[in-house]
């Protein structure tokens, strides 16, 4: 497997972890495999969201 087979196979890998923090925080990763796109032209979708302890979206 070649380096950015590696890379990919790695961040797909990393889809619904969630980071929780000492405070109650918590961040969320979404990372999806979609056809490449002119936006997208590696073809992946990826969100990565930062959450109060009550479930509140502070940043994404």
Known sequence: MDNANETLSYLLDLDGEEIIYA???VARLKVKEI???PEKPHGIS?????HARDGRRLMR
Not at 46 to 50: A, D, F, N, P, V
């Open 23 to 25: 405070n109650g925080h």
């Open 35 to 37: 056809g490449a796109t």
């Open 46 to 50: 990826y969100s990565l969201t930062y």
